[in-house]
């Protein structure tokens, strides 16, 4: 049984960062894809940045690249989600999935919350000052 669990949320002033981590256990693939995606109260979950733990290939939505960045710790089974130059919009819960993949690449779009199958209980990033 795939498990993921987030952690790392928090409250920052914006211009602040927070580093959001997401441990993996459970799967029986060896090569899984993993996506951070984003939810605000009232509105759909959005796909942030995703990543391949295979051949580590990455891709972020464009309303976050240059300030945001996924990466993967394989030793630790860990994905995490460096977050910098925060904005009030960008509050929301932050919740990673993970789907068998042997890379995002294989993927018709990888910041799709459809392509994942498993999904952490989420954790609350607020940005306010």
């Known amino acids: 049984q795939v498990q993921l669990v987030e952690s790392g949320g928090g409250s920052v002033q914006p211009g602040g960062s927070l580093r959001v981590s997401c441990v993996v256990s459970?799967?029986?693939?060896?090569?899984?894809?993993i996506g951070w995606f984003w939810q605000a109260p009232g509105k759909e979950r959005e796909g942030v940045c995703s990543?391949?733990?295979?051949?580590?290939?990455?891709y972020c939505a464009d309303s976050v690249k240059g300030r945001f960045t996924i990466s993967r710790d394989n030793g630790k089974n860990t994905v995490y989600l460096q977050m910098n130059s925060l904005k009030p919009e960008d509050t929301g819960t932050y919740y990673c999935?993970?789907?068998?993949?042997?890379?995002?690449?294989?993927?018709?779009?990888?910041?799709?919350?459809?392509?994942?199958?498993?999904w952490g209980q989420g954790t609350q990033v607020t940005v306010s000052s």
């Open positions: 990543i391949s733990n295979s051949d580590g290939r990455t």
């Open positions: 999935a993970a789907v068998a993949s042997y890379s995002i690449a294989a993927m018709g779009n990888p910041l799709s919350l459809y392509e994942y199958d498993d």
């Open positions: 459970g799967f029986t693939s060896e090569t899984y894809a």
